[in-house]
Protein backbone atom coordinates (compact mmCIF):
# COMPACT_ATOMS: atom_id res chain seq x y z
CA UNK A 1 0.00 0.00 0.00
CA UNK A 2 1.36 3.38 -0.95
CA UNK A 3 1.53 5.63 2.32
CA UNK A 4 3.54 8.74 0.71
CA UNK A 5 0.65 10.89 0.60
CA UNK A 6 -0.05 9.78 4.33
CA UNK A 7 3.47 10.84 5.18
CA UNK A 8 3.74 13.32 3.14
CA UNK A 9 0.80 15.11 4.69
CA UNK A 10 2.00 14.32 8.08
CA UNK A 11 5.49 16.35 7.18
CA UNK A 12 3.35 19.52 6.47
CA UNK A 13 1.16 19.19 9.73
CA UNK A 14 -2.00 17.84 7.89
CA UNK A 15 -3.53 14.56 9.19
CA UNK A 16 -5.87 13.51 6.49
CA UNK A 17 -7.96 11.50 8.72
CA UNK A 18 -9.37 14.63 10.38
CA UNK A 19 -8.45 17.70 7.10
CA UNK A 20 -12.09 17.11 5.74
CA UNK A 21 -13.95 16.99 9.17
CA UNK A 22 -14.49 21.38 8.69
CA UNK A 23 -16.55 22.65 6.18
CA UNK A 24 -16.76 25.70 3.97
CA UNK A 25 -18.42 27.66 7.09
CA UNK A 26 -15.16 27.35 9.15
CA UNK A 27 -13.39 29.02 6.50
CA UNK A 28 -12.61 32.45 5.03
CA UNK A 29 -14.73 33.15 2.07
CA UNK A 30 -12.52 36.03 0.05
CA UNK A 31 -11.42 34.72 -3.18
CA UNK A 32 -9.23 37.43 -3.29
CA UNK A 33 -6.95 39.19 -0.30
CA UNK A 34 -8.75 42.33 -0.87
CA UNK A 35 -11.62 40.79 -0.10
CA UNK A 36 -11.23 39.99 3.34
CA UNK A 37 -13.18 40.29 6.37
CA UNK A 38 -12.93 41.29 10.06
CA UNK A 39 -14.73 37.27 10.03
CA UNK A 40 -12.57 36.03 7.66
CA UNK A 41 -9.52 36.86 9.57
CA UNK A 42 -10.64 35.24 12.81
CA UNK A 43 -11.08 32.03 11.50
CA UNK A 44 -7.36 31.83 9.94
CA UNK A 45 -5.92 33.50 13.32
CA UNK A 46 -7.83 30.61 15.36
CA UNK A 47 -6.52 27.89 12.90
CA UNK A 48 -3.42 29.76 12.97
CA UNK A 49 -2.83 29.13 16.28
CA UNK A 50 -3.83 25.42 15.95
CA UNK A 51 -0.98 24.87 13.56
CA UNK A 52 1.73 26.85 15.06
CA UNK A 53 1.18 24.89 18.54
CA UNK A 54 2.53 21.69 16.17
CA UNK A 55 5.38 23.22 14.84
CA UNK A 56 7.63 20.58 17.08
CA UNK A 57 5.57 17.72 15.23
CA UNK A 58 6.61 18.79 11.85
CA UNK A 59 10.00 19.80 12.86
CA UNK A 60 10.31 15.92 14.60
CA UNK A 61 8.38 14.30 12.11
CA UNK A 62 10.73 15.93 9.33
CA UNK A 63 13.90 15.03 11.42
CA UNK A 64 13.14 11.48 11.60
CA UNK A 65 13.57 11.84 7.63
CA UNK A 66 17.26 11.71 8.61
CA UNK A 67 16.88 7.73 10.07
CA UNK A 68 18.87 5.67 7.85
CA UNK A 69 20.35 8.21 5.49
CA UNK A 70 23.91 7.47 5.74
CA UNK A 71 25.55 9.02 2.63
CA UNK A 72 28.48 7.35 3.26
CA UNK A 73 29.46 8.71 6.43
CA UNK A 74 29.84 5.98 8.99
CA UNK A 75 27.10 7.11 11.04
CA UNK A 76 23.33 8.06 9.47
CA UNK A 77 22.27 12.17 9.56
CA UNK A 78 19.80 11.18 12.65
CA UNK A 79 22.56 9.48 14.63
CA UNK A 80 25.04 12.41 13.71
CA UNK A 81 22.20 14.90 14.48
CA UNK A 82 21.72 13.56 18.01
CA UNK A 83 25.27 12.60 18.63
CA UNK A 84 25.86 16.61 18.03
CA UNK A 85 22.84 17.41 20.58
CA UNK A 86 23.85 14.88 22.68
CA UNK A 87 27.75 16.50 23.17
CA UNK A 88 26.14 19.86 23.63
CA UNK A 89 24.23 18.75 26.17
CA UNK A 90 26.56 16.91 28.34
CA UNK A 91 29.03 19.78 27.62
CA UNK A 92 26.44 21.96 29.53
CA UNK A 93 24.99 23.67 26.92
CA UNK A 94 21.41 25.53 27.44
CA UNK A 95 18.43 24.02 26.42
CA UNK A 96 17.68 26.84 23.01
CA UNK A 97 21.76 26.02 21.83
CA UNK A 98 21.45 22.27 22.21
CA UNK A 99 17.82 22.34 20.09
CA UNK A 100 20.19 24.33 17.82
CA UNK A 101 22.60 21.31 17.83
CA UNK A 102 19.80 18.80 17.54
CA UNK A 103 18.53 20.16 14.29
CA UNK A 104 21.32 22.05 12.57
CA UNK A 105 21.73 19.21 9.82
CA UNK A 106 17.79 19.34 9.50
CA UNK A 107 18.13 21.02 5.90
CA UNK A 108 19.91 17.98 4.06
CA UNK A 109 16.92 16.87 2.62
CA UNK A 110 15.66 20.03 1.15
CA UNK A 111 18.48 22.13 0.88
CA UNK A 112 21.06 19.72 -0.09
CA UNK A 113 23.41 22.47 -1.42
CA UNK A 114 22.47 25.45 1.24
CA UNK A 115 21.50 22.97 4.41
CA UNK A 116 22.70 25.59 6.62
CA UNK A 117 20.40 28.50 5.56
CA UNK A 118 17.38 25.65 6.31
CA UNK A 119 18.23 24.56 9.66
CA UNK A 120 18.97 28.72 10.62
CA UNK A 121 15.44 29.15 9.44
CA UNK A 122 13.43 26.74 11.50
CA UNK A 123 15.89 27.63 14.17
CA UNK A 124 15.72 31.67 14.13
CA UNK A 125 12.72 32.79 16.16
CA UNK A 126 13.56 30.77 19.00
CA UNK A 127 17.28 31.32 19.64
CA UNK A 128 19.95 33.58 20.65
CA UNK A 129 21.61 35.53 18.06
CA UNK A 130 24.45 33.54 18.32
CA UNK A 131 23.51 30.20 18.34
CA UNK A 132 21.30 31.39 14.97
CA UNK A 133 24.58 32.79 13.64
CA UNK A 134 26.72 29.16 14.77
CA UNK A 135 23.48 27.35 12.60
CA UNK A 136 23.94 29.01 9.40
CA UNK A 137 27.79 29.52 9.34
CA UNK A 138 28.19 25.70 10.52
CA UNK A 139 29.26 24.75 7.13
CA UNK A 140 31.51 27.23 6.04
CA UNK A 141 33.03 25.81 9.09
CA UNK A 142 32.70 22.11 9.51
CA UNK A 143 35.04 22.65 6.29
CA UNK A 144 38.07 22.97 7.80
CA UNK A 145 37.64 19.71 8.55
CA UNK A 146 37.28 18.22 5.12
CA UNK A 147 37.32 20.82 2.37
CA UNK A 148 40.91 19.95 1.20
CA UNK A 149 39.96 16.71 0.87
CA UNK A 150 37.17 17.25 -2.17
CA UNK A 151 39.44 19.86 -3.84
CA UNK A 152 37.99 22.82 -1.83
CA UNK A 153 39.79 25.66 0.44
CA UNK A 154 39.62 24.27 4.37
CA UNK A 155 39.77 27.96 5.06
CA UNK A 156 36.91 28.94 3.87
CA UNK A 157 35.52 30.11 6.93
CA UNK A 158 38.25 32.72 7.36
CA UNK A 159 36.08 34.82 5.28
CA UNK A 160 34.09 35.43 8.90
CA UNK A 161 37.20 36.11 11.15
CA UNK A 162 36.83 38.97 12.97
CA UNK A 163 32.96 38.99 13.28
CA UNK A 164 31.26 38.33 16.89
CA UNK A 165 30.16 35.20 16.88
CA UNK A 166 33.75 33.47 15.05
CA UNK A 167 35.40 31.81 18.14
CA UNK A 168 31.71 30.00 19.14
CA UNK A 169 30.69 28.51 15.65
CA UNK A 170 34.48 27.73 15.34
CA UNK A 171 33.94 25.85 18.96
CA UNK A 172 31.04 24.24 18.07
CA UNK A 173 32.55 22.75 15.04
CA UNK A 174 35.61 21.56 16.83
CA UNK A 175 33.84 20.36 19.80
CA UNK A 176 30.46 18.59 19.14
CA UNK A 177 29.93 18.45 14.90
CA UNK A 178 32.83 17.59 13.47
CA UNK A 179 32.97 14.88 16.64
CA UNK A 180 29.55 13.59 15.90
CA UNK A 181 30.50 10.47 13.80
CA UNK A 182 31.55 8.24 16.02
CA UNK A 183 29.28 4.62 15.51
CA UNK A 184 30.29 3.78 19.54
CA UNK A 185 29.08 7.10 21.31
CA UNK A 186 26.09 6.29 23.56
CA UNK A 187 24.00 9.30 22.59
CA UNK A 188 20.46 10.04 23.53
CA UNK A 189 17.38 9.21 21.86
CA UNK A 190 15.28 11.50 20.35
CA UNK A 191 12.83 11.12 23.01
CA UNK A 192 15.24 12.30 25.11
CA UNK A 193 15.08 16.12 23.16
CA UNK A 194 11.50 15.83 22.34
CA UNK A 195 10.44 18.04 25.80
CA UNK A 196 13.27 20.77 25.05
CA UNK A 197 12.41 20.90 21.73
CA UNK A 198 8.43 21.66 22.52
CA UNK A 199 9.72 23.81 25.17
CA UNK A 200 12.38 25.99 22.95
CA UNK A 201 9.37 25.76 20.16
CA UNK A 202 6.52 26.65 22.64
CA UNK A 203 7.09 30.12 21.95
CA UNK A 204 8.86 32.33 19.73
CA UNK A 205 11.27 35.06 21.16
CA UNK A 206 10.93 37.02 18.14
CA UNK A 207 8.52 36.73 14.67
CA UNK A 208 7.28 38.73 12.79
CA UNK A 209 4.19 37.08 12.93
CA UNK A 210 3.98 37.18 16.58
CA UNK A 211 2.97 40.24 19.13
CA UNK A 212 5.69 40.77 21.23
CA UNK A 213 5.19 40.86 25.14
FE1 LIG B 1 25.99 20.58 8.47
FE1 LIG C 1 26.68 18.31 11.25
Redesign the pocket.
Known sequence: MDHSTDIAAKVAGHDPATENASGPEDRARFRAMTEGTQEDWSIIARDYMAFAGSLPDRVLAHLKLLDGDFGGFPVDRLQHSLQTATRAHRDGRGESYVVMALL??IG?TLGTYN??DVAAAIVKPFVTEEEHWICQH??AF?GYYYFHFIGMDRDMREKYRGQPHFAACEHFCATY?QAAFDPDYASEPLEFFEPMLRRVMAKPLASMYAKQD
Open positions: HDDHPHGQD
